[in-house]
């Protein structure tokens, strides 16, 4: 029998909430991960599936000219696309390598139906009739079928792009079995990572909401003001704004429940959300912007004269500020550096900036959740994979340089999969049936609009205790990650009794807990090659 030390009844659903377990503490359990890793540093990217990214992998066309990338002896090899996926593939164009110098891509389809129709129920062959769309401005690669039809995605990119991750793969752990939590958008796999579920929506607009509840209105600065509610709930199954968020456009949504930042605040665990551009302007605007600026020097434009930029704060991308508990609407900044990841006016949400403030300080919060500004966060359409290697290689550089390095372990992973290829079917574990699914059962497991697992994903740790050179094979999903959190700090807790964290698989396949091996790799942001390792 589950005993339930916090309780809360989600208004007119007839469900409820629970917090699974005995008292949490902020010590971790002798046998649990975090006896041994301090500190956990998830890097939340966006949009590529796993065959995007390394569907090739470990062999690299290496063109002249080009960062060229060999595979280590004994590299495992990953199920990623075969000379017949290559070459007889089921869908109307076959995958095609992108090069280094196109990798600044248009975005695709990849909402919650469009995603179930491309992969068909199995045969994974309708990818670019649902998935492909244009560019929406002239510098964005966007590539054509001989009929003229766009089939980007289709195409991948290999180690002369995305050099550093391949890199991190060799020398660390990294999955070929890791799926979405769910179909759909950024905002839902946000909402996974951290809640384990996308349902509990208070209000909404129609179009991204399955359920009948009243729209929320414009986004408010305090979260005093509630939120709208006519007592039943929603599934969010496309992005929208947070209702509280200053930052957020008109439309908006706003949900109910625990997530992982009440576990970890009801344990007394430190934790924060540190996202590019969450400060605001002296004059209260969220206008930091920032051109592609690893991009533009590799195909020769001055990133000072680049007139086209991506505002760095995307509010979508936020999840904590869709729950009253957890927002912070008008983006305040902590009281001291000695706050960062306790509770105070900022709330655990920061500015990047505030992460390397208290990482200096020696007060590196247990449980940190980094967002990259939106130019580096690899989402196609305003991001690309040159300029997110920037961010995740200056990253990971830096965290390697702390004294915690030692009982660290990081975690890249991705939000969606943008509507990518991906030839992998994702196991069906959450049936949904809906008029918005296609093909996910007859019937629904839970609310509906709940069709998961999602497309296959990348997925890396980092860390001492990370295995080197592997690949795990184990089945695990986003909310793997929010197990892995629970797992180490708060006694084995599952956010409800309809979260998916309840049905993740674990992660230890990809550590070494017994043996920490304290190596480091430090890459050039810009090459993706190594410049020192030890």
């Keep these: 029998m589950i005993t339930s030390r916090r309780i809360g009844t989600i208004i007119g659903a007839g469900v409820l909430l629970m917090l699974e377990g005995g008292p949490a503490s902020a010590?971790?359990?002798?046998?649990?991960p975090a006896a041994r890793i301090k500190h956990v540093v998830v890097i939340f990217q966006e949009n590529h599936s796993f065959d995007a990214y390394f569907g090739s992998y470990p062999v690299a066309a290496n063109p002249p000219g080009q960062p060229a990338f060999r595979a280590r002896p004994r590299t495992p090899s990953v199920n990623g696309l075969t000379e017949t996926l290559l070459t007889y593939n089921p869908n109307a164009s076959t995958p095609f390598r992108i090069d280094r110098g196109q990798s600044f891509t248009c975005d695709q389809d990849h909402d919650y139906t469009a995603e179930q129709r491309a992969r068909n129920g199995g045969l994974m062959n309708e990818f670019p009739r649902y998935g492909a769309l244009g560019p929406t401005n002239p510098r964005q690669f966007c590539h054509q079928n001989d009929l003229g039809d766009f089939d980007t995605v289709m195409g991948y990119f290999d180690g002369n792009t995305v050099t550093a991750l391949w890199a991190y793969a060799q020398r660390f752990a990294m999955s070929d079995n890791s799926f979405a939590t769910m179909s759909g958008q950024s905002t839902r796999g946000a909402l996974n990572l951290t809640a384990g579920d996308s349902?509990?929506?208070?209000?909404?607009?129609?179009?991204?909401?399955?359920?009948n509840v009243p729209a929320c209105g414009r986004p408010v600065a305090s979260t005093a003001t509630p939120a709208p509610t006519n007592g039943t709930l929603g599934t969010l199954v496309d992005d929208t704004d947070p209702y509280w968020d200053v930052c957020s456009a008109a439309t908006t949504a706003a949900l109910t429940g625990p997530n992982v930042g009440d576990l970890l605040d009801t344990a007394d665990v430190t934790w924060g959300w540190f996202q590019g551009g969450f400060t605001l302007?002296?004059?209260?605007?969220?206008?930091?912007?920032?051109?592609?600026e690893a991009y533009d020097r590799a195909v020769g434009v001055d990133p000072a004269t680049d007139p086209l930029r991506f505002a760095d704060y995307v509010p979508h991308h936020n999840p904590f500020q869709y729950f009253a508990t957890t927002a912070n609407p008008r983006h305040l900044p902590p009281t001291s550096v000695a706050m960062v990841g306790k509770t105070d006016q900022a709330n655990h949400l920061y500015d990047l900036t505030w992460f390397w403030d208290a990482a200096h300080a020696g007060s590196l919060p247990a449980v940190s959740f980094l967002k990259a500004p939106?130019?580096?966060?690899?989402?196609?359409?305003?991001?690309?994979?040159l300029d997110e290697q920037t961010f995740l290689v200056t990253t990971l550089n830096r965290l390697q340089r702390l004294s915690e390095w030692k009982h660290m372990a990081v975690i890249i992973a991705w939000d969606d999969s943008d509507g990518?290829?991906?030839?992998v079917m994702p196991p069906i574990v959450n049936r949904s049936s809906t008029p918005l699914d296609f093909l996910c059962g007859n019937q629904s497991d839970g609310p509906g609009a709940r069709c998961g697992y999602g497309p296959r994903l990348p997925l890396l740790i980092i860390s001492p205790y990370a295995k080197r050179n592997y690949?795990?094979?184990?089945?695990?999903?986003?909310?793997?990650?929010?197990?892995?959190?629970?797992?180490?700090?708060?006694?084995?807790?599952?956010?409800?009794?309809?979260?998916?964290?309840?049905?993740?698989?674990?992660?230890?396949?990809?550590?070494?807990?017994?043996?920490?091996v304290t190596r480091r790799l430090r890459l050039d942001p810009t090459t993706g090659l190594s410049h020192r390792a030890r």
């Design 27 to 32: 010590r971790p359990s002798s046998g649990t």
């Design 471 to 516: 690949v795990s094979h184990a089945l695990s999903d986003q909310t793997s990650i929010l197990r892995f959190i629970e797992d180490s700090w708060l006694d084995g807790a599952r956010v409800s009794e309809i979260s998916f964290d309840r049905k993740a698989g674990s992660l230890l396949d990809m550590f070494d807990l017994a043996r920490r």
């Design 281 to 292: 302007s002296s004059d209260g605007s969220c206008s930091s912007s920032h051109p592609l």
């Design 374 to 385: 939106a130019y580096q966060n690899g989402h196609p359409g305003n991001s690309d994979p």
């Design 420 to 423: 990518w290829y991906d030839h």
């Design 199 to 211: 349902f509990g929506v208070l209000c909404g607009p129609a179009a991204v909401i399955y359920g």
